[in-house]
């Protein structure tokens, strides 16, 4: 156990309202890492002078501003310039616990079966908007293994499970940490569940921030060749079939009443269950609201971004070639920037 240490990594970008939060969480650990790995992606906003402060006044924490980096090659570049032996992850506008660090890693320190963990994730909802947007964008991970993954806001794991896959997939703008541990656990990567490692975030605080939210992880999914066409097709079909009657309601009046027959075939099967199922997890009143337009836009961002994303898959060669090579094996990071 001794000879293990430690890296926290984190990707940010225009994070100047929040980066004092993570990074004096980060600090106030009741472990610490042996490094704190801060890739920049060419920030605007003032957060790389504040970075820079706090690099000055702790020189655990590791600077590397790269201008145009998404997230998957940050990511990379952290992991290859840490000199550590296992990584633990999290995203700007993150705030980990106290305890997050020294829950996270337990199981890799304790177990050497376990290549990797994935922590708790918690919302922090300024009003009950956001509350009900982070319940509906967060989900419970499986309490059995086989279908566990690991995700880049909550989870660490060894230093060599992330060579051995080839890093992160930096063609991709969204779904990065989905193929990267769909592939860990092709190779018999093994995942933890460390329950009392939790990490608080904001959900998007409005309607158009949630959509594309949803519509990027949409695109993202058929990117990576995991889109249900069928499924998309069904969802997108009932949404036209209410969007283009209510569009000519003005003149053909009639056609409301078919708008509101489809929205009600779509809130019974749709949106109800959801419904109900959110009632079961919180007491905070609005759920007739705000749960209906948040699954609604959920729904139809989300799947227009598969459909988007699929067509990027099958047409636009680098995203299918990348994947395949990927999967197999044969796909090698851009060497270029790794060292200083």
Same mark, same amino acid.
């Given at each position: 156990?001794?000879?293990?240490?430690?890296?926290?990594?984190?990707?940010?970008?225009?994070?100047?309202?929040?980066?004092?939060?993570?990074?004096?969480?980060?600090?106030?650990?009741?472990?610490?890492?042996?490094?704190?790995?801060?890739?920049?992606?060419?920030?605007?906003?003032?957060?790389?002078?504040?970075?820079?402060?706090?690099?000055?006044?702790?020189?655990?924490?590791?600077?590397?501003?790269?201008?145009?980096?998404?997230?998957?090659?940050?990511?990379?570049?952290?992991?290859?310039?840490?000199?550590?032996?296992?990584?633990?992850?999290?995203?700007?506008?993150?705030?980990?616990?106290?305890?997050?660090?020294?829950?996270?890693?337990?199981?890799? $320190?304790?177990?050497?079966?376990?290549?990797?963990?994935?922590?708790? /994730?918690?919302?922090?909802?300024?009003?009950?908007?956001?509350?009900?947007?982070?319940?509906?964008?967060?989900?419970?991970?499986?309490?059995?293994? =086989?279908?566990?993954?690991?995700?880049? /806001?909550?989870?660490? @794991?060894?230093?060599?499970?992330?060579?051995?896959?080839?890093?992160?997939?930096?063609?991709?703008?969204?779904?990065?940490?989905?193929? @990267?541990?769909?592939?860990?656990?092709?190779?018999?990567?093994?995942?933890?569940?460390?329950?009392?490692?939790?990490?608080?975030?904001?959900?998007?605080?409005?309607?158009?921030?949630?959509?594309?939210?949803?519509?990027?992880?949409?695109?993202?999914?058929?990117?990576?060749?995991?889109?249900?066409?069928?499924?998309?097709?069904?969802?997108?079909?009932?949404?036209?079939?209410?969007?283009?009657?209510?569009?000519?309601?003005?003149?053909?009046?009639?056609?409301?009443?078919?708008?509101?027959?489809?929205?009600?075939?779509?809130?019974?099967?749709?949106?109800?269950?959801?419904?109900?199922?959110?009632?079961?997890?919180?007491?905070?009143?609005?759920?007739?609201?705000?749960?209906?337009?948040?699954?609604?836009?959920?729904?139809?961002?989300?799947?227009?971004?598969?459909?988007?994303?699929?067509?990027?898959?099958?047409?636009?060669?680098?995203?299918?070639?990348?994947?395949? $090579?990927?999967?197999?094996?044969?796909?090698?990071? =851009?060497?270029?920037? @790794?060292?200083?």
């Amino acid at each position: 156990m001794s000879a293990e240490t430690i890296a926290v990594i984190t990707t940010v970008l225009n994070e100047r309202d929040s980066i004092c939060v993570l990074l004096d969480a980060f600090l106030a650990q009741t472990r610490q890492p042996d490094e704190i790995v801060v890739v920049d992606g060419g920030s605007t906003d003032g957060t790389v002078d504040l970075l820079k402060t706090y690099a000055q006044a702790h020189p655990i924490l590791k600077l590397h501003v790269e201008p145009g980096v998404n997230i998957a090659r940050g990511r990379n570049i952290a992991i290859h310039r840490s000199n550590c032996s296992i990584v633990a992850v999290t995203d700007g506008g993150c705030r980990p616990e106290p305890n997050w660090l020294e829950e996270l890693v337990n199981p890799l $320190l304790v177990n050497s079966d376990y290549d990797a963990v994935t922590g708790e /994730r918690r919302i922090i909802g300024a009003n009950r908007f956001e509350e009900f947007a982070g319940l509906l964008s967060t989900s419970v991970n499986p309490a059995t293994e =086989s279908e566990r993954m690991f995700h880049g /806001r909550n989870s660490a @794991f060894r230093k060599m499970v992330w060579t051995r896959v080839g890093g992160y997939p930096e063609w991709l703008y969204t779904a990065e940490d989905t193929l @990267f541990s769909l592939r860990a656990k092709a190779l018999g990567c093994r995942v933890a569940l460390a329950e009392k490692a939790v990490v608080s975030w904001r959900p998007r605080p409005n309607l158009r921030k949630l959509c594309k939210q949803y519509y990027l992880y949409g695109r993202g999914t058929g990117r990576i060749g995991s889109a249900d066409i069928r499924t998309i097709t069904y969802h997108l079909r009932n949404h036209a079939l209410w969007i283009l009657p209510l569009l000519l309601t003005p003149v053909y009046p009639w056609f409301f009443l078919v708008a509101a027959g489809i929205l009600a075939f779509i809130f019974f099967t749709l949106v109800k269950p959801v419904l109900v199922s959110v009632r079961l997890r919180t007491k905070t009143s609005g759920s007739s609201l705000y749960v209906p337009i948040i699954v609604m836009i959920r729904s139809l961002a989300n799947n227009v971004g598969q459909l988007l994303g699929d067509r990027d898959y099958r047409l636009t060669e680098p995203f299918r070639v990348n994947l395949n $090579l990927y999967l197999s094996g044969k796909w090698q990071m =851009s060497p270029d920037k @790794f060292d200083l």
